[in-house]
């Protein structure tokens, strides 16, 4: 069955069931023939369920017709073999810049979002990606960024950006709470983001470990008056008298259901480990039960952070031994106690080895855990793997090679998913994470038969392998399993508060 839609309808943003077109309006063109035809792929949407060979047409950016039969279309890309699924969505990906697009589009990437830690000043961070890129990007308001601003001099480590930062603010801010009068600046500081643009509030609780239980509430208040989501990266379990994995997860939750607010905790997988059933059961149960609760995770089991951040407060005085669960990111070697005190003083990234690769592939498998990259930035040279490889690893090593979940399961995992998680704020994201008549052609074409991550510990600059082509906005980005230079579809993705007065 052929799907037709005019596409000036489309394009004024009507549905096509609305009814016959006004007839002073012009005729609509006849949809003969298409910008692009996908010919004869596998098409999956996990919204709707579908799964099957079809013949796409893309016009004007968007997919117009999913049909049964062949089209005609000005460029032909034959897909017989290959699965054509959603562009993928990843919530959490620090890397924003050029060079880190070029691992994203090539792991199937054409949304990336710097969730987690997110941007602060907001306008300055869309201004200087200056308005176009090889794929969407987008930014929440900072926490961090926001309380060094309303509480001390900011004095911090950044990426080529200038956004990112886990440092110390040089004056004490990070470990300090916050007074009243502090308070109240933060929230207007918070509430000034979503004006210019925030994807709702980023934190990064176990690098502000002066953030009060108080604070974190009062914040989570401000972003439920703007129904603004929360993504948040929890409190160190150390901050809890009892300790345990759990506690930082009850402080969110409790949150949450006291004020409203959506709330999206990252990665499920370094922050729970080995509780990572239990934290599940209580986010599952939480949802159930009406808060408006989800999470994320990456495949692997190592994580990456900054050595000089307060997240290795509590590093001094270890035994030997478990220096050498660290690899320094620029020289892929182990450290020892001497090692990490000197790299602590210099400052820069640093992998933390040691988790249950049993557990990572029980969360990978989860149908309900997002997928997300938490990807570092590949602008100042090696990274961790998971920046170039968190989505081919999914639908090659833990789909294909260990049926830990089904392709069906995976796929919406990374598009339907975090597309839904943020509707509510980026209204557009409605046309994303689908492949619809009338969605966005962002396509992400793959070989399910080759698909694999190749980026390692030791060698993390590396493509993804069959991901044959990747499609912003109907544009090319990857073409034959290369990147395509000098295009640029992305755009920026910004909330729905933005220019608000
Ligand atoms: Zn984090």
Not at 3 to 18: E, N
Not at 42 to 67: M, Q
Not at 117 to 141: E, H, L, Q
């Given at each position: 069955m052929v799907q037709r839609v005019p596409w000036l309808l489309l394009a004024a943003g009507l549905s096509a069931c609305s009814g016959e077109p006004q007839p002073s309006a012009p005729q609509p063109v006849t949809v003969e023939s298409y910008d692009l035809v996908v010919a004869g792929?596998?098409?999956?949407?996990?919204?709707?369920?579908?799964d099957a060979v079809r013949h796409v047409g893309v016009r004007d950016g968007a997919v117009t017709t999913i049909s049964e039969s062949p089209l005609t279309g000005v460029t032909t890309v034959e897909a017989a073999g290959l699965v054509v699924a959603p562009g993928f969505i990843d919530l959490h990906a620090?890397?924003?810049?050029?060079?880190?697009?070029?691992f994203q589009a090539m792991d199937g990437v054409t949304t990336a979002l710097e969730l987690e830690i997110g941007a602060f000043?907001?306008?300055?961070?869309?201004?200087?990606?200056?308005?176009?890129?090889?794929?969407?990007?987008?930014?929440?308001?900072?926490h961090q960024?926001?309380?060094l601003r309303a509480l001390g001099r900011a004095m911090v480590r950044a990426n080529a950006e200038g956004t990112f930062s886990l440092g110390e603010s040089g004056d004490g801010a990070l470990y300090r709470a916050a007074d009243d009068?502090?308070?109240?600046?933060?929230?207007?500081?918070?509430?000034?983001?979503?004006?210019?643009?925030?994807?709702?509030?980023?934190?990064g609780l176990g690098y502000t470990?002066?953030?009060?239980?108080?604070?974190?509430?009062r914040m989570f208040e401000v972003a439920a008056a703007h129904d603004a989501p929360v993504f948040v990266h929890l409190r160190s379990s150390g901050a809890f008298t009892r300790g345990g994995a759990l506690a930082p997860f009850q402080e969110v939750i409790a949150n949450a259901a006291a004020t409203g607010v959506a709330l999206h905790i990252v990665h499920l997988n370094s922050t729970s480990d080995p509780l990572a059933e239990e934290a599940l059961a209580m986010i599952r149960g939480a949802r159930e039960r009406g808060v408006d609760v989800t999470t994320e995770a990456y495949p692997y089991t190592a994580s990456a952070s900054l050595i000089e951040s307060p997240l290795f407060d509590g590093w001094v005085g270890r035994p030997s031994q478990a220096y050498g669960t660290l690899q320094w990111v620029e020289t892929g070697e182990r450290l020892t106690p001497e090692t990490f005190e000197s790299y602590r003083r210099q400052g820069g990234w640093v992998i933390m080895h040691g988790r249950s690769e049993a557990i990572n592939e029980w969360i990978v498998g989860q149908p309900d855990v997002i997928a997300a990259s938490d990807g570092i930035p590949f602008s100042e040279g090696r990274a961790h793997p998971r920046g170039a490889g968190t989505f081919a690893r999914i639908l090659g090593h833990y789909v294909r090679e260990r049926g830990a979940l089904s392709l069906m399961d995976a796929l919406r995992k990374m598009?339907?998913?975090?597309?839904?998680?943020?509707?509510?704020?980026?209204?557009?994201?409605?046309?994303?994470?689908?492949?619809?008549?009338?969605?966005?052609?962002?396509?992400?074409?793959f070989d399910p038969e080759r698909i694999i991550d190749r980026a390692t510990y030791d060698a993390p600059d590396q493509y993804s392998a069959g991901i044959k082509h990747v499609l912003?906005?109907?544009?090319?980005?990857?073409?034959?399993?290369?990147?395509v230079d000098g295009v640029e579809p992305g755009r920026p993705l910004r909330g729905r508060h933005y220019m608000e007065r």
């Amino acid at each position: 069955m052929v799907q037709r839609v005019p596409w000036l309808l489309l394009a004024a943003g009507l549905s096509a069931c609305s009814g016959e077109p006004q007839p002073s309006a012009p005729q609509p063109v006849t949809v003969e023939s298409y910008d692009l035809v996908v010919a004869g792929g596998r098409v999956i949407d996990p919204e709707s369920g579908l799964d099957a060979v079809r013949h796409v047409g893309v016009r004007d950016g968007a997919v117009t017709t999913i049909s049964e039969s062949p089209l005609t279309g000005v460029t032909t890309v034959e897909a017989a073999g290959l699965v054509v699924a959603p562009g993928f969505i990843d919530l959490h990906a620090h890397g924003q810049d050029p060079v880190s697009s070029r691992f994203q589009a090539m792991d199937g990437v054409t949304t990336a979002l710097e969730l987690e830690i997110g941007a602060f000043p907001v306008d300055r961070w869309y201004a200087r990606r200056g308005g176009a890129s090889r794929i969407n990007y987008g930014a929440s308001a900072s926490h961090q960024g926001a309380r060094l601003r309303a509480l001390g001099r900011a004095m911090v480590r950044a990426n080529a950006e200038g956004t990112f930062s886990l440092g110390e603010s040089g004056d004490g801010a990070l470990y300090r709470a916050a007074d009243d009068d502090e308070l109240a600046r933060l929230g207007e500081l918070m509430e000034s983001g979503l004006r210019e643009g925030a994807i709702g509030f980023g934190f990064g609780l176990g690098y502000t470990p002066g953030a009060s239980h108080r604070e974190l509430l009062r914040m989570f208040e401000v972003a439920a008056a703007h129904d603004a989501p929360v993504f948040v990266h929890l409190r160190s379990s150390g901050a809890f008298t009892r300790g345990g994995a759990l506690a930082p997860f009850q402080e969110v939750i409790a949150n949450a259901a006291a004020t409203g607010v959506a709330l999206h905790i990252v990665h499920l997988n370094s922050t729970s480990d080995p509780l990572a059933e239990e934290a599940l059961a209580m986010i599952r149960g939480a949802r159930e039960r009406g808060v408006d609760v989800t999470t994320e995770a990456y495949p692997y089991t190592a994580s990456a952070s900054l050595i000089e951040s307060p997240l290795f407060d509590g590093w001094v005085g270890r035994p030997s031994q478990a220096y050498g669960t660290l690899q320094w990111v620029e020289t892929g070697e182990r450290l020892t106690p001497e090692t990490f005190e000197s790299y602590r003083r210099q400052g820069g990234w640093v992998i933390m080895h040691g988790r249950s690769e049993a557990i990572n592939e029980w969360i990978v498998g989860q149908p309900d855990v997002i997928a997300a990259s938490d990807g570092i930035p590949f602008s100042e040279g090696r990274a961790h793997p998971r920046g170039a490889g968190t989505f081919a690893r999914i639908l090659g090593h833990y789909v294909r090679e260990r049926g830990a979940l089904s392709l069906m399961d995976a796929l919406r995992k990374m598009t339907l998913l975090p597309a839904q998680r943020i509707e509510g704020i980026v209204p557009e994201m409605a046309r994303k994470g689908r492949v619809q008549v009338g969605s966005d052609a962002d396509l992400t074409i793959f070989d399910p038969e080759r698909i694999i991550d190749r980026a390692t510990y030791d060698a993390p600059d590396q493509y993804s392998a069959g991901i044959k082509h990747v499609l912003v906005a109907g544009t090319f980005v990857v073409r034959d399993g290369a990147l395509v230079d000098g295009v640029e579809p992305g755009r920026p993705l910004r909330g729905r508060h933005y220019m608000e007065r």
